[in-house]
Each structure stands twice: as structure tokens, then as C-alpha cells.
């Protein structure tokens, strides 16, 4: 939970009902979303009925922006980490760093090494 509660507005499950790759995330749909509904009253959870495409989880956030991730041909327990994760999340871009460590402060003398000879 972020510090103004939740960002993720919805979250929708796509699957296909004939292939086998939707496999993971039909066993899921019938045991784990219920329970992950019920713990989440926050989050509007809906399903939608894609055939001959692979499932995923698609995320709305509450800054307009939204996440797709692919859960073909994973377990039940898989898909809840995700879906888990996805809730979490604050929604924001993902951004490259470009050095190692984060300062708002630099060293003057330069950045500490392990090969550093005294």
C-alpha cells in the first residue's frame, strides 16, 4: 500500500477457455480469485473471454497509466504472485538508472572502489 492508499484502480484477467496455455490461470480463476477478491474490496477485479489469444493480466492505475503482464503456461500460485505484485505497485514508469548508486549529495573525492590502494 502506497502512502495515499492504493493506486491500482482495476485489474483484468484475460484468458481463453480452449487453450492450454490458459491452463494456470483457469485453476486460478476458480480457486485463488475469489479469495484475492474478497481480501481486496479496494480493487475491481473483472475477466474477459479472449480465445485463441494467450492470458494476461492487464492493470489500471489511478495515474492513467497500465500494465500487461503474460502468464501463459503458469501455475495458479504464479499468477497470484503477479497479480499480488501488480496490486502493489505504485504504477509508475519504469526508469533506467544510470549509475549504480543514487546521492543527492556526491562525494568530492569520487566514488568509493574495491580497487582503491592506499
Known amino acids: 500500500m502506497a502512502l495515499r ?3 491500482l484502480k ?3 484477467v484475460n484468458y481463453c477457455d480452449w487453450g492450454g496455455s490458459s491452463r494456470g490461470i483457469r485453476a ?3 480457486s485463488e480469485l475469489p479469495v484475492f477478491k474478497e481480501k481486496n474490496p479496494q480493487l475491481e477485479v473483472a475477466t474477459e473471454l ?3 489469444q494467450h492470458p494476461h493480466l492487464k492493470a489500471f ?5 497500465e500494465r500487461v ?3 501463459k503456461n503458469m501455475d495458479p500460485e504464479d499468477v497470484l504472485h503477479h497479480a499480488t505484485r501488480l496490486r502493489n505497485a505504485l504504477g509508475r514508469k519504469v526508469i533506467k538508472l544510470r549509475t549504480r ?3 543527492k549529495r556526491p562525494s568530492v573525492q569520487g566514488t568509493w572502489t574495491t580497487a582503491l590502494k592506499f
Open 10 to 12: 482495476k485489474l483484468i
Open 50 to 52: 479472449i480465445r485463441g
Open 28 to 30: 486460478f480463476m476458480e
Open 69 to 71: 503482464i503474460c502468464v
Open 5 to 7: 492508499g492504493w493506486q
Open 61 to 65: 492505475y489511478k495515474n492513467k497509466n
Open 101 to 103: 548508486h543514487v546521492t
